[in-house]
T-cell receptor, first 118, second 113 residues
Framework: NAGVTQTPKFQVLKTGQSMTLQCAQDMNHEYMSWYRQDPGMGLRLIHYSVGAGITDQGEVPNGYNVSRSTTEDFPLRLLSAAPSQTSVYFC?????????????????FGPGTRLTVL | RKEVEQDPGPFNVPEGATVAFNCTYSNSASQSFFWYRQDCRKEPKLLMSVYSSGNEDGRFTAQLNRASQYISLLIRDSKLSDSATYLCVVKGEVTGGGNKLTFGTGTQLKVEL
């Protein structure tokens, strides 16, 4: 299994450009999510999905769109890039999708995409 | 107040030392607790879950104190390879399904010769 894969690894955009960060997992996980990590802020949830066709907003959704047409893929779209979106983006997946699930609901993270918006 | 708070460190310790990290959380309805490890410029990886009774995995011991709303991680006999950032992670009360986790900003550990 490849686990969680993300492309690209690095990206530089100009303000106003759009792009899609790709995320795929081959573990048949129902739950997938996108985080951004900034210095001193910890990982913050952008959007998440509990299954194909179902998405919801996280803590910092503005400026980002997601879709989940298959179990495997969960792309993140930046509609009009801004310097404030310069960050490291992590995609994650896990089995668990139910409230009160066991503590074994491990999140598996992809290697990250380092995005710079000029 | 942040939902999950950690001392950012860095904690600089000699090889072989014992080091402890604490983490406090604000939501008393939080359900599950974890420690993740993140190496420099890498993704976070689960180190261990934290159970109410406390749990141990080799040189690592995690404890949960629900009354005081804090979680601890103890590392014994530190190795150079333990150098990393340790993230405290709390799973909150979830409605409608999902697996929402709140991450602390991490505590940096540097183990030195």
């Amino acid at each position: 299994n490849a686990g969680v894969t993300q492309t690209p690894k690095f990206q530089v955009l100009k303000t106003g450009q759009s792009m899609t960060l790709q995320c795929a997992q081959d573990m048949n996980h129902e739950y997938m999510s996108w985080y951004r990590q900034d210095p001193g802020m910890g990982l913050r949830l952008i959007h998440y999905s509990v299954g194909a066709g179902i998405t919801d907003q996280g803590e910092v959704p503005n400026g980002y769109n997601v879709s989940r047409s298959t179990t495997e893929d969960f792309p993140l779209r930046l509609l009009s890039a801004a310097p404030s979106q310069t960050s490291v983006y992590f995609c994650a997946s896990s089995y668990s999708r139910l409230a009160g699930a066991s503590v074994t609901d491990t999140q598996y993270f992809g290697p990250g995409t380092r995005l710079t918006v000029l | 107040r942040k939902e999950v708070e950690q001392d950012p460190g860095p904690f600089n310790v000699p090889e072989g030392a014992t080091v402890a990290f604490n983490c406090t959380y604000s939501n008393s309805a939080s359900q599950s607790f974890f420690w993740y490890r993140q190496d420099c410029r890498k993704e976070p990886k689960l180190l261990m879950s934290v159970y109410s009774s406390g749990n141990e995995d080799g040189r690592f011991t995690a404890q949960l104190n629900r009354a005081s709303q804090y979680i601890s991680l103890l590392i014994r006999d530190s190795k150079l390879s333990d150098s990393a950032t340790y993230l405290c992670v709390v799973k909150g009360e979830v409605t409608g399904g999902g697996n929402k986790l709140t991450f602390g900003t991490g505590t940096q550990l540097k183990v030195e010769l």
